[in-house]
T-cell receptor, first 118, second 109 residues
Framework: DTAVSQTPKYLVTQMGNDKSIKCEQN?????MYWYKQDSKKFLKIMFS???????INETVPNRFSPKSPDKAHLNLHINSLELGDSAVYFC?????????????????FGEGSRLTVL | GQNIDQPTEMTATEGAIVQINCTYQ??????LFWYQQHAGEAPTFLSY??LDGLEEKGRFSSFLSRSKGYSYLLLKELQMKDSASYLC??????????WGAGTKLIIKP
């Protein structure tokens, strides 16, 4: 069983479209994340959810909206796609303490979703 | 601002030893991580250092000096499968991970 799974793995779409990427983890972790990795390979955190509550919202455009129906799922919806949105988007999860402090900070990543905007 | 620096690319020979350095300047420190990322795949956790010194785990070791804002990842008995990017990340005072751009390690026979 895949611990952190995200779909789709590849997504090619036109500018201006709306698309979603889904993520599910079966590790029982409390916190899930969305990261963006661009062509320069920097991993940039976009969002973090702890027990369905948003705890990080970095300065990403409001065209990006995370949705967490339960603590095992964190989906990413993107409106009005732009060329600069082309990147690999990684979902990840980690186990936090009850006070929100991570035990070791070890992240478990999904396989990534490569988004190409034409 | 917060900054993580590591070399962009390194080349080494199969069977040899390589050291990948990482220097950091962050607002607070709650640990330093090394991740391995093969091309087209997700990063996978290698090590975590929060105290000064060397942590050894099989062929891989990670060293930390908090006073110098410095860490290195040491890979011994290099194998072709070790060809990958190695990402250094620091957890700051807000428990947020700050990532370096990664070091692409090329192993030659």
């Amino acid at each position: 069983d895949t611990a952190v799974s995200q779909t789709p793995k590849y997504l090619v779409t036109q500018m201006g479209n709306d698309k979603s990427i889904k993520c599910e983890q079966n590790l029982g972790h409390d916190t899930m994340y969305w990261y963006k990795q661009d062509s320069k390979k920097f991993l940039k955190i976009m969002f973090s959810y702890n027990n369905k509550e948003l705890i990080i919202n970095e300065t990403v455009p409001n065209r990006f909206s995370p949705k967490s129906p339960d603590k095992a799922h964190l989906n990413l919806h993107i409106n009005s796609l732009e060329l600069g949105d082309s990147a690999v988007y990684f979902c990840a999860s980690s186990q936090e303490t009850t006070s929100g402090i991570p035990n070791t900070g070890e992240l478990f990543f999904g396989e990534g979703s490569r988004l190409t905007v034409l | 601002g917060q900054n993580i620096d590591q070399p962009t690319e390194m080349t080494a020979t199969e069977g040899a030893i390589v050291q990948i350095n990482c220097t950091y300047q962050t607002s607070g420190f709650n640990g330093l991580f090394w991740y391995q990322q093969h091309a087209g795949e997700a990063p996978t956790f290698l090590s975590y250092n929060v105290l000064d010194g060397l942590e050894e785990k099989g062929r891989f070791s990670s060293f930390l000096s908090r006073s110098k804002g410095y860490s290195y990842l040491l890979l011994k008995e290099l194998q072709m499968k070790d060809s990958a990017s190695y990402l250094c990340a620091v957890m700051d005072s807000n428990y947020q991970l700050i990532w370096g751009a990664g070091t692409k390690l090329i192993i030659k026979p």
